[in-house]
C-alpha cells in the first residue's frame, strides 16, 4: 500500500505539519457550521439542495477529522501504519454515505419535481452559500501549499474537495436566488440533482482510495477508474 505521507524530520516540515493541523481545525470548525446550518434550515425550508450541501458537509466533517487525526500522529512522530490502515476502512465509509447520499437526493428531487413541492426561500441559506463560496477557496489555497511541502497526497486530495465543495455552493446559491427572487420553485430540486455529480466524483474518490490505499483529486477520472 502506498504511503500518502513522506517522512522527512525537518524543522520546515514539523511547521507545515503544524499549519496543517491548523488549517484542518479551521477546515472541521467551518463544516460543523455549515452542516448545522444547512441541515436546519433545509428541513424547516424543505430544501432539497440545503439538505444534500448539509449532509455533504458531515461527510466532509468526518473524512476531515481522519486526516486532522493523522497530520497530529505525524507531529509527535509515531509510525503511520496505523493510521494509513484507519483512512482507508474511513475512505469506504465515505464512499458507502456519498453514494447513499446521492440516491436520497436523486430519489427527494425527482419527488418534489412531480409532486411542485416548493421550498420556502431562505436568506439563512443564501447566506450560508456565499460565506462557503468564499471561505472554502481559501481553505484549498492553504491545504494545497502544505500538501506540496510535505508531500501528503492525502491532503492535496482533501484541498480538490474543497474546490469541489465551493463548486456545490455555486450551484446552490444560484437554486436558492432563482427559487427566491423568480419564483422558480424547480431551480431547488434541480439544484440539488446537480449537487449529485460532486457528490458521485468525490465517492469515486473516496472509492479509489478505499480500494488502492493511494488518493487522488475530486473529478481526476484517469485515476479514478
Known amino acids: 500500500m502506498a504511503r500518502t505521507v513522506t517522512s522527512s524530520p525537518t524543522t520546515t516540515r514539523t511547521q507545515e505539519v503544524r499549519l496543517g493541523i491548523w488549517i484542518e481545525l479551521v477546515s472541521i470548525g467551518w463544516m460543523i457550521v455549515e452542516a448545522s446550518v444547512a441541515l436546519s434550515v433545509g428541513i424547516a425550508t424543505h430544501s432539497v439542495s440545503l439538505q444534500g450541501f448539509g449532509f455533504d458537509s458531515i461527510i466532509e466533517l468526518i473524512s476531515g477529522s481522519i486526516l486532522l487525526w493523522r497530520l497530529v500522529v505525524e507531529r509527535r512522530g509515531s509510525s503511520l501504519e496505523t493510521i494509513e490502515q ?10 458507502i454515505g456519498l453514494f447513499l447520499l446521492s440516491v436520497y437526493i436523486v430519489v427527494d428531487g425527482l419527488v418534489s419535481l412531480f ?4 421550498a420556502q426561500a431562505s436568506w439563512w441559506g443564501v447566506g450560508l452559500a456565499i460565506a462557503a463560496a468564499i471561505i472554502m477557496p481559501v481553505l484549498w489555497q492553504g491545504k494545497l501549499r ?5 508531500g501528503s497526497v492525502a491532503l492535496k486530495a482533501d484541498a480538490a474537495c ?3 465543495c465551493a463548486y456545490m455552493s455555486i450551484t446552490l446559491l444560484i437554486g436558492l436566488l432563482l427559487n427566491r427572487f423568480l419564483g422558480w420553485w424547480w431551480a431547488d430540486p434541480l439544484a440539488g440533482l446537480v449537487l449529485v455529480y460532486f457528490l458521485v466524483q468525490e465517492g469515486r474518490e473516496a472509492l479509489h482510495e478505499a480500494r488502492t490505499g493511494e488518493s487522488c483529486s475530486c473529478g481526476d477520472d484517469d485515476c479514478c477508474e
Open 162 to 164: 474543497s474546490v469541489t
Open 86 to 95: 484507519a483512512e482507508r476502512r474511513a475512505a469506504w465509509v465515505t464512499a
Open 146 to 150: 502544505v500538501a506540496k511541502r510535505i
Open 115 to 118: 409532486t411542485h413541492t416548493q
